[in-house]
């Protein structure tokens, strides 16, 4: 079978050819773009969804808002924001994709901070109320340190989810790594099947990458008792997208 009717073969070359790495829109160039879009939307949905269930966790109430949020927030497709979005103020360019990808990222950052705040030791909390804490107080020098590894995990998982969605954001001029896979299908297939194949390649490698180093960061600040607890004891686990534990 020759190379042209191969996308694996083809992908391999094409990834092998240094040009497409060093060239202006190459791959180095790509993967700049995609990086800054998955930091902005993923710092973006933390400055929104962690304050608010922080607060609603402090508070002890929210937990049906919370789950209400994360599930409508998922239920909105991610490609009809990055759609709609140009359309208004915001106009075209990077602004729509970065709010778009944050929206995708609110769910398990939201439902990850309520979570951790509500399982901080109640033993220490009362402690802590008892020495004669405001409740602001409490929340910044006991909650939130014991809520640090739900906050990681909610972290992980929105990142990597914002990374491996970010392809979609050439759909819209947005840049990235999508921009190869868009490249790639304005070509024949069998022009350009390796192409499209060897930009999937590089967005699942790069989710796998962050999956890999958030993961690890995840268990150095989960102490071990805490995770050894988890795992003898069965305490809840950091909740995932839906807001489910």
Same mark, same amino acid.
């Given at each position: 079978?020759?190379?042209?009717? $191969? #996308?694996? =073969?083809?992908?391999? &070359?094409?990834? $092998?050819?240094?040009?497409?790495? +060093?060239?202006?829109?190459?791959?180095?160039?790509?993967?700049?773009?995609?990086?800054?879009?998955?930091?902005?939307?993923?710092? %973006?949905?933390?400055?929104?969804?962690?304050?608010?269930?922080?607060?609603? /966790?402090?508070?002890? =109430?929210?937990?049906? %808002?919370?789950?209400?949020?994360? $599930?409508?927030? &998922?239920?909105?497709?991610?490609?009809?924001? %990055?759609?709609?979005? !140009?359309?208004?103020?915001? /106009?075209?360019?990077?602004? *729509?994709?970065?709010?778009?990808?944050?929206?995708?990222?609110?769910? *398990?950052?939201?439902?990850?901070?309520?979570?951790?705040?509500?399982?901080?030791?109640?033993?220490? =909390?009362?402690?802590?109320?008892?020495?004669?804490?405001?409740?602001?107080?409490?929340?910044?020098?006991?909650?939130?340190?014991?809520?640090? !590894?739900?906050?990681?995990? /909610?972290?992980?998982?929105?990142?990597?989810?914002? @990374?491996?969605?970010?392809? &979609?954001?050439?759909?819209? $001029?947005?840049?990235?790594?999508?921009? @190869?896979?868009?490249?790639?299908?304005?070509?024949?297939?069998?022009?350009?099947?390796?192409? @499209?194949?060897?930009?999937?390649?590089?967005?699942?490698?790069?989710?796998?990458?962050?999956?890999?180093?958030?993961?690890?960061?995840?268990?150095?600040?989960?102490?071990?008792? %805490?995770?050894?607890?988890?795992?003898?004891?069965?305490? #809840?686990?950091?909740?995932?997208? +839906?807001?489910?534990?």
């Amino acid at each position: 079978m020759s190379a042209a009717a $191969n #996308p694996v =073969r083809q992908a391999v &070359l094409w990834l $092998n050819d240094p040009l497409n790495w +060093t060239n202006p829109g190459g791959i180095l160039d790509r993967l700049g773009e995609h990086l800054t879009i998955s930091a902005l939307a993923v710092a %973006l949905g933390c400055l929104v969804a962690w304050p608010v269930g922080l607060w609603l /966790g402090h508070a002890g =109430r929210g937990g049906g %808002l919370v789950v209400l949020v994360s $599930n409508a927030t &998922l239920a909105i497709p991610t490609l009809a924001l %990055l759609t709609i979005l !140009p359309l208004t103020f915001l /106009g075209f360019g990077r602004t *729509p994709v970065v709010v778009a990808l944050a929206v995708f990222a609110v769910p *398990p950052l939201l439902a990850n901070a309520y979570t951790g705040v509500r399982q901080a030791d109640a033993e220490a =909390r009362d402690a802590a109320r008892g020495m004669g804490l405001s409740g602001g107080q409490v929340l910044r020098r006991v909650e939130l340190p014991l809520a640090v !590894p739900y906050l990681a995990a /909610g972290f992980r998982t929105a990142a990597v989810q914002v @990374i491996a969605t970010a392809a &979609l954001a050439s759909f819209v $001029n947005g840049g990235g790594l999508g921009e @190869i896979i868009r490249t790639g299908f304005g070509l024949s297939i069998a022009a350009g099947g390796g192409q @499209i194949l060897a930009g999937g390649v590089l967005v699942a490698g790069l989710a796998l990458l962050a999956e890999l180093l958030l993961g690890i960061v995840e268990r150095l600040v989960t102490p071990r008792p %805490l995770r050894r607890g988890r795992q003898r004891a069965g305490l #809840p686990r950091p909740a995932d997208a +839906t807001g489910r534990a």
